[in-house]
Each structure stands twice: as C-alpha cells, then as structure tokens.
C-alpha cells in the first residue's frame, strides 16, 4: 500500500502548479486502473442521518450520543462502498465541532481516523497531491441558505460567504480547495439543499439526500437502514471518477457577511482583510489554501467577538 512520506497517512504536499486549465473542465485521471487509490472522507455531522436539530450534533448532549451512532453509520456505509469500488486506503477527517464525535471502536477496520481539533486545512486535513478522491459525508447548506442547520463555520454571526462572487457554502470552499490539489469530489451526502448545492460545485460527483428539509430544523428523513444503502451504493459507483488530476493554483477573492457591524470591524484584526460595508469585509488570497487559513483565522476572531444577547 503506497504511503505519503511520512509516519502518517496523508501527510500535506504543496499542490502542483499550473494555470492552463479551460474553466469547467476536469482533466484526465493520472492514476491507472489496478493502481493504489487513496481516499479522504470529510466527515461534518449537520448532513448526517437523522439530524434536524442543534442539540442532535451538540457534543455532551443526551441527543448527539444518538446521532453520533448514526453519523457513524453513515461514514462506515462510504467506506464500505469506497473499498468496494476498489479503494485501497481511506482516511476519515472529523470536520464537526470539537472533530471528536465518530466512534472509533466502531469503525470499518479498514479506514483510518483522523479526529481531535487544531489541524492546518480544518475540515480538509488530509489532503494532498497523492490523493485521489474526497467523499463529504454529513454536509450541510451554507449561511443564509435553505436548508437543515444550514451555516458557514459559525452558527449564525456570518450570513454569507462568497467566493469569487458565488455563494459558498462549506462544501464550495472545500472542493475548491481539493481542486486545487487535483483531488475531484466524488460522493456529497446531506439533505436535498446540500445536493442541490453539490450539483453547482461538483457537477460530476454522487449526491445522496438522507433527508429533505422542511424548515431549518424540521425535514423528512430517511431511516439509517435506507440511507446506509444509498450511500454504498453511490460510495461504490464514484470510485470510477477516482484518480489524481493536474491541479490548478490561482488567486481568489472571499467576502464575508456577518449580522452585526461590530463582527465586521473585529475581523478587520486579520491581516489582509478590509472593511466592505457596514456589515461585510473581503480579501484577496493568492491560492485557495491561502484562502482558507485566512478565513478560518477569521472566524476565530469573529467568534471571540460575539457578545451574548446582542451577538
């Protein structure tokens, strides 16, 4: 089984760098057939199996030691179908929260976990030029979107993301990261919103809808013995796009919009970002990687800045 080189699986690599990609197309997959495939599964819990309200995916509380048997559930169904489809290796990042929700005693023995918060790329840890595939299990729509728990990072301070001028969701910021290292999206699980939303940032990819929303709280869901097959299934069927592509580097623009003026001026803080309007600022980055770790610094700031009652 072929290793990055280091002691751990998936160890991050600087993307390779060109600019000669025709926007909307996707190159040819560098990797043989019969060859080692790893996988990287980024694994958020407000997409997974079941989950409509805040306190299912609020780590301590009685209703997420349920649905962390479920977002289990779900993660081992991709896994299952990943190896079926041909796999070799699967790296599982938790990319919820405190990223130390999944079981891992109850885990498919043949992935690997990777959990516990503070990494470097936060939900896409993991990736890099040796990768063939990212899977997203358990995502979600993006802030001021429809959708069940639909937010960007923070719960409800930043009310939209943009990338380039597209709305942003987290999956958005994620596959474009990936395609920065030519790593293709080929599974997206979540409610029939996230779907949707996959089909704009990765049209190619599998799409399994475990819910559909009614309210941002409140959907029709699937029972896990459904969604757990759906989900191998569309697991197994997106391992035929695997395979490392020429990834593209190049420079993008990300505003933020928050629901109070003062969050604004907080994230100002941060080097490179510049006050927009009253309630919005922006920033040049010149790779998306550069792109995310701004951000995500950001949202710490904002985070700290929140006061209670008046946010």
């Known amino acids: 089984m072929r290793r990055a080189a280091s002691s751990t699986p998936f160890s991050p690599k600087t993307p390779r760098r060109t600019l000669d990609r025709v926007a909307g197309s996707e190159p040819e997959c560098s990797r043989a057939r019969g060859a080692a495939l790893k996988i990287l599964v980024s694994a958020d819990m407000e997409g997974a199996t079941g989950v409509t309200w805040p306190a299912d995916v609020e780590p301590g509380s009685p209703q997420w030691q349920r649905f962390r048997v479920l977002f289990n559930g779900d993660v081992n169904a991709a896994v299952a179908g990943l190896f079926d489809g041909g796999a ?77 001028g597209d709305p942003a969701s987290e999956g958005w910021l994620n596959a474009a990261l990936a395609d920065e290292y030519g790593v293709p999206v080929l599974l997206v699980t979540g409610d029939d919103h996230t779907c949707d939303d996959a089909a704009a940032y990765a049209p190619d990819c599998q799409r399994v809808a475990v819910k559909k929303a009614v309210s941002r709280y409140a959907a029709v869901c699937h029972p896990p013995t459904r969604t757990g097959k759906l989900i191998r299934a569309a697991a197994v069927a997106s391992m035929a796009r695997a395979g490392h592509r020429t990834g593209v580097v190049r420079p993008h623009r990300v505003t933020v919009e928050f629901d109070a003026t003062h969050l604004a001026l907080a994230a100002t803080a941060v080097p490179t970002v510049e006050r927009t309007g009253a309630r919005a600022v922006g920033y040049d980055a010149g790779s998306m990687r550069d792109a995310m770790t701004c951000f995500k610094t950001l949202t710490y700031v904002v985070d700290g800045a929140i006061e209670d009652g008046f946010g």
Do not use: P
């Open 88 to 164: 070799t290796e699967v790296l599982v990042n938790e990319a919820h929260s405190n990223m130390r929700n999944l079981l891992l005693e109850d885990l498919d023995e043949r992935a690997d976990l990777l959990t516990g918060r503070h990494k470097t790329l936060s939900m896409m840890e993991g990736v890099d030029a040796d990768v063939d595939g990212v899977v997203f299990i358990g995502y979600h729509a993006g802030a001021g979107r429809d959708g069940i728990l639909s937010h960007t990072y923070l719960g409800n301070s930043i009310t939209g993301v943009f990338l380039d």
